[in-house]
């Protein structure tokens, strides 16, 4: 197995995901058959071939830098767990 | 044992587009909070965001100003972390391929200019701003900044002192301010940097442990910041200490740096390609354009106020210093030819006053036009050098015209020999003491006379003519 546990349980920590014991250990043999695909592509050689970043080739969708109508601050608001009517209530963070 | 310190600085300017980066809510500051946002800037499912192109636009300016080899392509990333200023669990920014990369901008310090490399420019949105309850263990969360466009310029660690760092940070500013891309307002946070800092004994090749230092909001508290910061290190080594990397708060009401909390675990940002934005290509005719369009810089400028104007270097660094100050400057040389003296009333005068009255130069009530007549009236005769500064104070409080002012307060200089010989026979008549000590060599009695005409004259006397009568009678 390449995936360990304590990789799971990183990841799921910066996912901010609780994962009980047999969750964790589900969780790792089905990344790790993830991988083996993975490695399975890997397997093709891909040294001429430009690495890319899209599926699709073009480049370059702008947009004028012209002002549109935001939401109005209720509807911005909407569906907050906690609000105030001005802003976003969260527990304090420093 | 002798350490030298390393400085690199992270600079964060806000660009003054009128949209956000990738949505077109308004980037106006001060506008009640979460008033400016929509579903993309708030990061709900299902939106896409666009580029704007002005955004990038602003972001080449400041590559070619800044001497760096522009990326023909860039991609944007994702950089991945939690905090409720950041909606979408992720900021856009960018990471492998960010728009520019390897330029320099120079400093002078100390008469010395030096070269200070920059390591790259990217592109990527702002977060939003937290207000922390006082009382109630909350915070209030407003997304109007959120997904303002930002430029990123990471310096090489190529600064060695605060005074570096301030200099450096002051190029930048002007540069930014030159080419009009931000305005530039460190108050409002507009224009933020943050300051990586270690220290390493002299001669040695490796890096010492680097502190962060944030919340530096003026050119002044980045020099302080660091001076105090340099100093812990410095301390701490030589008692035998280690510098812990951390990253620290800079409190300018009490001169230190204190360490923020720090998050738990390290920093793992999982930077990836972000698939809804497609890559940028910057063509040549882009890059061509741009350079056509590029205003003069602060070095350029300064270089034609020493070569064409000759004014010293001193004076074109700090007028061209400030792209306002340089351009009051240059407006009132349109009506007064002599360029060193009109700097001097502004390096002297003027900045002094506008400081005390907090004031900036684009709100001047003396207009550079009615600042360079007033030179035109002391250089005229009409007024002397010292009257003028009277009549300046007045310009300063009412705007008025200095001829007018000059008129309704009756200052014009008295330049009438006849008058001043009048006067000037009868101090001398009054003060036979003081004629003698001048026969006996004191010249510097020389001073009391001029002194009395000027108290009879109200300082009106032509102070030039007074010298020369003085000297004619007393020494009849």
């Not at chain 1, 969708?61 to 009517?85: H, M, T, Y």
């Not at chain 2, 009391?448 to 009678?473: C, D, H, S, Y």
């Amino acid at each position: 197995m390449k995936i360990t546990i304590d990789q799971v349980k990183y990841v799921a920590g910066l996912a901010r995901l609780e994962l009980k014991p047999e969750e964790a250990e589900e969780m790792a043999g089905q990344l790790d058959r993830i991988l083996s695909y993975v490695d399975k592509l890997n397997e093709l050689d891909t040294s001429a071939v430009e690495p890319t970043t899209h599926a699709i080739s073009i480049t370059n969708a702008f947009r004028a830098d012209e002002r549109r109508e935001s939401l109005a601050r209720d509807k911005a608001l909407a569906n907050s767990p906690r609000q105030n009517g001005e802003a976003f209530v969260v527990p304090k963070i420093i | 044992m002798e350490f030298e310190t390393v400085i690199g600085l992270e600079v964060h300017a806000q660009l003054s587009t009128d949209t956000k980066i990738f949505c077109g809510c308004s980037t106006e500051f001060g506008k009640p909070a979460n008033t400016n946002t929509c579903p993309l800037c708030l990061g709900l499912p299902g939106v896409l965001p666009v580029l704007n192109r002005k955004a990038v636009d602003y972001a080449v300016k400041m590559a070619l100003a800044t001497n760096c080899r522009i990326n023909r392509t860039n991609i944007f990333a994702r950089k991945n972390y939690f905090y409720p200023d950041l909606p979408k669990g992720y900021q856009i920014s960018q990471f492998d391929l960010p728009i520019a990369e390897h330029g320099w901008v120079e400093i002078e310090v100390e008469g010395e200019v030096k070269r200070i490399g920059l390591t790259r420019i990217h592109l990527e949105e702002d977060a939003g701003k937290l207000i922390h309850d006082e009382r109630e263990p909350l915070s209030y969360v407003d997304l109007n900044r959120t997904g303002t466009p930002l430029i990123e310029i990471v310096s090489e660690p190529d600064l060695r002192s605060g005074e570096e760092a301030a200099a450096y940070l002051k190029k930048l500013h002007a540069i930014v301010r030159y080419l009009d891309i931000c305005d530039g307002n460190m108050q409002e946070g507009s224009f933020r940097c943050d300051a990586n800092i270690s220290l390493r004994p002299k001669g040695r090749e490796e890096f010492g442990t680097r502190t962060e230092l944030k919340n530096m909001n003026s050119f002044r508290n980045v020099q302080r910041a660091i001076e105090y910061e340099v100093r812990r290190q410095r301390d701490l080594l030589l008692d035998g200490g280690k510098v812990i990397q951390q990253t620290l708060l800079w409190d300018p009401d009490a001169g230190r740096t204190s360490p923020m909390r720090s998050k738990e675990e390290a920093h793992d940002y999982r930077y990836f390609p972000d698939p809804d934005l497609i890559p940028v290509e910057i063509s040549e005719e882009w890059i061509e354009k741009a350079e056509k369009e590029q205003p003069e810089l602060p070095d350029q400028r300064k270089k034609r106020f020493m070569e064409e104007l000759e004014l010293p270097a001193y004076d074109a660094v700090i007028l061209t210093g400030d792209r306002e100050l340089a351009d009051y400057f240059e407006a009132g040389l349109g009506h007064y030819r002599d360029a060193k003296k009109l700097s001097n009333w502004i390096m002297t005068e003027l900045i002094r006053e506008l400081r005390d009255r907090e004031m900036e130069i684009t709100s001047c009530p003396v207009t550079p036009v009615n600042l360079a007549r007033l030179l035109g009236l002391i250089e005229a005769g009409t007024i002397s050098g010292k009257i003028a500064k009277t009549v300046f104070q007045e310009m300063l409080a009412s705007g008025k015209d200095p001829d007018i002012v000059v008129k309704e307060k009756n200052l014009v200089q008295i330049s009438d020999e006849g008058e001043i010989l009048k006067l000037v026979r009868e101090i001398v008549a009054a003060n036979p003491e003081q004629v003698k000590q001048f026969k006996e060599g004191k010249s510097k009695v020389m001073g009391f006379f001029v002194g009395q005409l000027m108290k009879e004259t109200k300082g009106k006397a032509n102070p030039k003519m007074a010298n020369q009568l003085f000297i004619e009678e007393l020494n009849k």
